[in-house]
Structures are given as structure tokens and as C-alpha cells.
């Protein structure tokens, strides 16, 4: 929670800033959606992140985990706000659901930085772990084939990543 990272190689701190700007940003999004005002502009993701880093890399943990916190909680008002038809509608800068980005971003986003961090330490059966319960929730969400072969395909992939072919190749003839 102390080291200091560089903007090539984050460290704890820095990653979870990371995640909570792109968190505190689909909350922003969500909750003009949800007033039916203009959303905010994605702008370019790569200056966004490098803002980020130099927004956060002098801030303590407990600094950037409140900004976390609060992030979250606004996701999850936004989130509240919307209706059901909203949610279900496609984004105006993606083909899928609403929903389906509120899920990548604050749920599938964070996953793959912890997953990195994982492997990072050497520890690929926790990446493994990782993934596997994230398809196990993320599942249900949708029975379509194109979600359901996107979840198996996803978490296929980080399984032969890990080293597991075997249950790799049963994630992937699922997909």
C-alpha cells in the first residue's frame, strides 16, 4: 500500500485509482443517462489513464480508497436511477446493453487488473479462481448466445493463461 509506482508499472495504489476513475466515470455517465442529459465525453483512453496516474500517484491509500468508496457509491445511485428499459438499451458508443458496460467496467475492468496482479506475484491459480467466479455471476445475467459465448470464450481464455488446458477446453467448446 506504500510502494510508489511509475505510470509503466503500477502499483497497488495506482491500480486502484485506476479502477475507481473508470468506476467514478460510469457513474457520471450513468447518472446524466438517467437525467437524460448529454453524457460526459469518453475522450481518449490512454490521456485519460495518464491523467488519472498523475491525478492519484502522490495521494496515500486511505486517499485513493475513499475515492474508490465514494465512486462506487455513485455508480450504484446512478445505477438506481435508471430504468430497466434504459438499462437494457444499447450504449450510444457500444453496441451492447447498458447494462452490459456497467458490468465491464466496475465488475469485468477490475477483474482484469487484479488477474494481472496475480500473475504478476506468480500466482496464476488465483487468476484461474478469479475468472472462474466471475463467469459463474456474470452467467445468469443474460441467456443470449452471444453473452453466454462471451463468457465461457472470456474465461477459457484466462484458464489456458493460467496453465489449464483441460478446463480451458471445456470453457471454450462451451462458448
Known amino acids: 500500500r ?7 508499472n503500477w502499483c497497488a495504489r495506482d491500480a486502484l485509482a485506476h479502477m475507481a476513475y473508470w468506476i467514478d466515470h460510469r457513474a457520471a455517465v450513468e447518472a446524466a443517462r438517467a ?20 491525478r492519484f500517484c502522490h495521494c496515500s491509500w486511505d486517499e485513493v480508497e475513499a475515492f474508490a468508496d465514494a465512486a462506487h457509491a455513485r455508480l450504484v445511485e446512478a445505477v438506481r436511477a435508471l ?5 437494457a438499451a444499447p450504449g450510444p458508443r457500444s453496441e451492447r446493453a447498458v447494462w452490459q458496460d ?5 465488475y469485468t475492468h477490475p477483474l482484469m487488473h487484479m488477474a494481472e496482479f496475480f500473475a504478476a506475484q506468480r500466482q496464476p491459480h488465483l487468476t484461474g479462481q478469479l475468472w ?18 462471451l463468457v465461457h470464450y472470456s474465461v477459457a481464455c484466462v484458464i489456458a493463461l493460467a496453465g ?3 478446463p480451458a477446453l471445456v470453457e471454450l467448446r462451451q462458448a
Open 2 to 8: 506504500s510502494a510508489t509506482g511509475t505510470y509503466e
Open 35 to 54: 437525467r437524460g442529459q448529454e453524457l460526459p465525453p469518453a475522450g481518449h483512453y490512454e490521456q485519460a489513464n495518464a491523467a488519472c496516474f498523475q
Open 83 to 87: 430504468s430497466e428499459e434504459q438499462l
Open 102 to 106: 456497467i458490468v465491464n467496467t466496475a
Open 132 to 149: 472462474s467466479e466471475w463467469g459463474e455471476l456474470v452467467a445468469p445475467l443474460d441467456d443470449s448466445t452471444d453473452w453466454q459465448g
Open 164 to 166: 489449464h488446458a483441460d
